[in-house]
């Protein structure tokens, strides 16, 4: 297999205190996260020589480089030094956005695709990031288009209890600050091992996730109807391309199989939140193949599931970790099967759109695993 993606874990360092992320790793510091061998000496910072980098992606003809954190552009000397040696397909960057004015646009407009994170309107994103930083985000998503951007913004969202996620996707779609034409989002769940007492996810899930997934759904396929648009919603779109095409899925993020990321040290691992995990370690870039490297999938419950083809296991790392309970990972799998279903009672009228021309099989495509989860 030519043409992986890596993800280039550039520092664990991060410049915000999200609710979702810092906040909940104090309070889960002490937990137990069973039985695996954990690194602790990964670098804060990469560490490596870039011309090993190098000389590990020439192996390769066509990779896909996508630079991650804590928050890849408090390197930005490593990014720029990454861009001018290092020989890609594309450069993707997964970013808090906060810093985007700071690289010039001849680095900025190389990039294929930006992932930036915002959680939806001012009020909601400055909730759970704070204060401000919806502002600071848009105004520099507007200067980079200002300067010369081309390429996708991604507004990558973070849902908890706060959100409702049909109008804050409505907003993101329409908002007067700066609109985006590809919005992805991934709840926050079964990631942390003391989180889901202290939370109000189940009835979240049953009275507003859920039934606004169906209605966004609805609200997808009108505008395919009315305006002939396919919008990129990654996680609609991935999954309608799938039934389309009546395929079957892989871990849709590609973790441990199409995408690989690359810590600090230069050690390969299956997908960036495993970081540390000693015993998923795959090789370093000193002496490793990029086309040769071993695939890790997801085991039970997901292995046995009945719409494993669709969801494709959500998460490596929360089917390994297991965080949550059976029982309470079970009401994150209801939001998949929700998903599913919703799309499955769409897919009569997309087909229909297909064959009168309103709408082709060719606006479902997009670059898979570019760092989308997919499944939220």
């Not at 990964?42 to 804590?70: A, C, H, S, T, W």
Request: aromatic residues 12%; contains cysteine.
């Amino acid at each position: 297999m030519s043409g992986l993606l890596f993800h280039l874990l550039l520092t664990t360092n991060c410049d915000l205190k999200c609710r979702y992320c810092y906040g909940k790793s104090c309070d889960d510091m002490d937990a137990d996260f069973g039985d695996f061998t954990v690194d602790y000496g990964v670098p804060p910072e990469i560490n490596y020589d870039i011309n090993v980098l190098k000389q590990f992606m020439r192996k390769d003809p066509q990779p896909v480089l996508i630079f991650y954190g804590g928050e890849p552009m408090l390197c930005i000397d490593k990014i720029r030094q990454i861009m001018d040696t290092v020989s890609a397909r594309q450069f993707n960057i997964q970013t808090n956005g906060l810093h985007l004015h700071q690289l010039e646009p001849e680095y900025v407009n190389r990039f294929t695709s930006i992932f930036v994170s915002l959680d939806g309107d001012q009020k909601l994103t400055d909730y759970y990031r704070g204060n401000g930083i919806y502002k600071k985000v848009t105004d520099n998503l507007n200067l980079i288009r200002k300067n010369g951007y081309t390429g996708e913004i991604i507004a990558r969202m973070t849902l908890m209890e706060q959100t409702d996620i049909y109008p804050q996707i409505r907003w993101l779609l329409n908002n007067p600050d700066h609109s985006f034409s590809s919005i992805h989002w991934q709840l926050d769940a079964g990631f942390w091992k003391t989180d889901f007492p202290k939370r109000q996810f189940k009835q979240w899930v049953e009275h507003s996730y859920n039934p606004q997934i169906q209605q966004l759904v609805q609200y997808w396929v009108d505008q395919m109807e009315t305006s002939g648009k396919v919008l990129k919603l990654y996680p609609l779109l991935a999954v309608m391309q799938s039934l389309l095409l009546n395929e079957q899925s892989k871990l849709r993020c590609g973790s441990g199989w199409a995408n690989y990321s690359i810590q600090t040290n230069g050690t390969i691992i299956p997908c960036p939140a495993m970081s540390g995990m000693k015993d998923y370690y795959l090789g370093h870039i000193q002496d490793a193949h990029p086309l040769q490297l071993k695939q890790v999938f997801v085991d039970q419950p997901c292995s046995s599931c009945t719409i494993l083809g669709e969801c494709g296991g959500r998460c490596l790392y929360a089917n390994i970790t297991k965080q949550w309970t059976l029982e309470q990972y079970g009401l994150v799998c209801k939001t998949v099967q929700n998903m599913v279903e919703s799309l499955k009672s769409a897919l009569p009228t997309v087909n229909a759109l297909i064959e009168n021309k309103t709408i082709s099989l060719s606006d479902f495509w997009h670059l898979k695993y570019n760092s989308c989860e997919v499944i939220p």
